[in-house]
């Protein structure tokens, strides 16, 4: 069987081709072309918020605190975290009284001025409603 000349550089413009198509691929992978993650605004967490018995505030500042009045716990005696909002996740760090870090991540479903809503991995979802002070 004869070998055609043009093998060869047919060969070499296919994986040039292919190289060429994997570096493509590879730059928009690091790209966010399309992400579908809400982006929710950080400035409406802002203020007290309760579900039935429990109890979140959140300062400007990214610290707060967490009280359940059905644990007979009051907001004085409550539960520091500091907190952060990216996107749609919410990540609270609770600072225990015995010293150490508790993170607890949240995916936020809504947030507006009156309502929020979040959900953690578990399955457990949370409606607060916005206290005036």
């Given at each position: 069987m004869?070998?055609?000349?043009?093998?060869?550089?047919?060969?070499?413009?296919?994986?040039?081709?292919?190289?060429?198509?994997?570096?493509?691929?590879?730059?928009?992978?690091?790209?966010?072309l399309f992400?579908?993650?809400?982006?929710?605004?950080?400035?409406?967490?802002?203020?007290k918020?309760v579900?039935?018995t429990?109890?979140?505030?959140?300062?400007?500042?990214?610290?707060g605190y967490?009280?359940?009045?059905?644990d007979?716990?009051?907001e004085?005696?409550?539960?520091?975290?500091?907190?952060t909002?990216?996107?749609a996740?919410?990540?609270?760090?609770?600072?225990?009284?015995?010293?150490?870090?508790?993170?607890?991540?949240?995916?936020?479903?809504?947030?507006?001025?009156?309502?929020?809503?979040?959900?953690?991995?578990?399955?457990?979802?949370?409606?607060?409603?916005?206290?005036?002070?």
């Amino acid at each position: 069987m004869k070998e055609s000349p043009y093998i060869i550089p047919k060969t070499r413009n296919n994986l040039i081709f292919g190289l060429f198509f994997c570096c493509l691929v590879l730059l928009m992978a690091g790209c966010d072309l399309f992400s579908h993650s809400e982006k929710f605004d950080k400035t409406l967490l802002s203020g007290k918020w309760v579900s039935g018995t429990l109890y979140e505030y959140y300062n400007p500042a990214g610290t707060g605190y967490t009280w359940d009045i059905l644990d007979d716990v009051t907001e004085e005696e409550a539960q520091p975290f500091t907190w952060t909002l990216e996107n749609a996740t919410l990540t609270q760090i609770h600072q225990m009284e015995m010293g150490g870090n508790v993170p607890k991540t949240y995916t936020v479903t809504k947030l507006t001025a009156t309502t929020l809503e979040y959900h953690d991995d578990y399955g457990k979802y949370y409606t607060f409603m916005r206290e005036e002070e």
